[in-house]
């Protein structure tokens, strides 16, 4: 990936220690992963990175990259490239690897659905060549430039998400990308306390055009109601081709039929001029919806669409967005579905629509369990309080937060399962509820702690034979 002269001099740095003149491996800014013969970057975050270069180097890095100002705290002769500020060295190098990649290169944002859409389209364009993609949920401004410089140079495609809760904070990742393609799922009321009103978060999802290259694509979300703000903000960046998805008449990638099915759906599709079908491996109308941007990149990217299309029966769930895990309950098995990476009302509704799409055994109920959404400021309580007729088609709803109790009290009094003011609270009132045949949802934001939740559920209720649900 890298050789130490070639990093040095992507950063303008110096080396310094015993250096072996090798291949470097990789690119870590965690010493707890790094691999041996990886590039440490010891950047600040929640702690300083150089309180754990010197570990990194035991472990087996290549090279340190660390501060100048820092020399003085670190070992003399460990492998070290010194540079004036690290996390503008790791920006440096993500430009570097772009700039030498000859491969086509898509970008991802949006409100909700970057990181499955991106999976999908490191399956489909890998189906066709060698593809790089972003780690995770790695779109800010650390993720975006550690994703770019671990870009093989000879890579065919590079996939890239980019994320934001502020405005000002795509463009510069987009200038550091440099797509050739840049997709915008959809545009929603996500992170709404910063901003003024979903236009202006429109607006801040636009800033992805601000890199893309000359004769680069748009593709847009035909059936969402921004999508003429977010063409003209194309338009404006000088983009000429700008291509909508969806189920409009209008747009070039567009849904003509499609059976949803608990564990994936069957879909019938015209891309850019070609009728495809295919078969995707996550259920859900929402994920149907972006396979349809997934095949309109691909095939804009110079990708072949029937190996695209193919590809994307394999989409299995990334951690907490649709994992499906088996509970060993009083009287038999019950299903539990984890979307409790993140949450808002968009995506709580489609979680909640593929809740009421699963099927139960028996005498099995499907429950939902819901913590709070958050970063939606003064209309938090009216945007949960909103969710009643989605989550009333569920047998039982069990909620934590104090915002979910909106919800709570708008629902029918047969809906209601427990509210409880924090996930630890409410995780003993479900657990002695669940029963075999069961089907569960559960979801919220972050910091609504409902990851815990799942882990806690799983550690009470093990498989013994540690099977698990398929999906």
């Not at 990886?38 to 754990?52: K, N, Q, S, V, W």
């Not at 975006?144 to 996939?159: M, T, W």
């Not at 990708?303 to 193919?310: I, S």
Request: charge should be neutral.
């Amino acid at each position: 990936m890298w050789t130490p002269a070639e990093l040095a001099q992507a950063t303008g740095g110096t080396l310094r220690g015993v250096v072996v003149d090798a291949p470097i491996g990789g690119v870590s800014i965690d010493s707890r992963t790094l691999k041996i013969g990886d590039a440490f970057f010891a950047i600040t975050g929640d702690r300083d990175g150089h309180d754990f270069a010197a570990g990194a180097a035991a472990r087996g890095a290549a090279l340190c990259v660390v501060a100048r100002a820092k020399l003085d705290t670190l070992p003399a002769d460990m492998p070290a490239l010194i540079v004036e500020d690290v996390l503008r060295a790791l920006e440096d190098a993500g430009r570097a690897a772009r700039a030498r990649c000859g491969g086509r290169i898509v970008a991802v944002t949006g409100s909700v659905g970057k990181t499955t859409t991106k999976e999908a389209l490191l399956l489909a364009l890998g189906a066709d060549g060698l593809t790089h993609a972003s780690a995770a949920s790695y779109n800010n401004h650390w993720g975006v430039p550690l994703s770019l410089a671990r870009l093989p140079a000879d890579a065919a495609y590079g996939v890239f998400e980019l994320g934001m809760n502020h405005a000002d904070e795509i463009a510069p990742l987009s200038s550091m990308v440099r797509p050739h393609v840049a997709v915008i799922t959809t545009v929603e009321p996500v992170h709404i306390a910063q901003f003024p009103n979903v236009e202006a978060i429109a607006d801040a999802k636009a800033e992805i055009f601000a890199g893309v290259e000359p004769g680069g694509a748009a593709v847009l979300n035909r059936d969402n109601p921004h999508f003429e703000r977010l063409a003209a903000a194309a338009r404006a960046a000088g983009i000429d081709t700008i291509i909508g998805f969806g189920q409009s008449v209008a747009a070039q990638a567009r849904l003509l039929s499609v059976a949803l099915q608990p564990n994936g759906s069957t879909a019938l599709a015209e891309i850019l001029g070609e009728t495809v079908s295919f078969k995707i491996g996550l259920p859900g109308r929402h994920i149907v919806q972006n396979a349809l941007a997934v095949l309109a990149a691909a095939k804009l990217a110079g990708a072949d669409l029937c190996l695209a299309a193919l590809a994307l029966a394999s989409l299995g769930p990334p951690p907490g967005r649709g994992v499906r895990t088996a509970l060993a309950v009083k009287g038999g098995m019950a299903l539990m579905i984890d979307e409790s990476y993140n949450a808002n009302p968009a995506s709580m509704r489609a979680a909640l629509a593929v809740l009421a799409g699963t099927p139960v055994e028996g005498r099995g109920r499907r429950i939902a369990v819901l913590g709070d959404m958050l970063e939606l400021g003064a209309m938090g309580e009216d945007l949960h309080r909103g969710l009643a007729p989605e989550a009333g088609r569920a047998d039982l709803v069990f909620s934590a937060g104090p915002l979910m109790r909106a919800l709570h009290e708008a629902l029918p009094e047969n809906r209601r399962g427990a509210w409880a003011p924090n996930a630890a609270t409410l995780l003993p009132l479900l657990a002695d509820r669940l029963r075999g045949g069961d089907v569960l949802v559960v979801k919220g934001s972050n910091g609504s702690r409902m990851g815990p939740l799942v882990r806690a559920l799983a550690e009470r209720f093990p498989v013994k034979d540690d099977a698990s649900a398929e999906g």
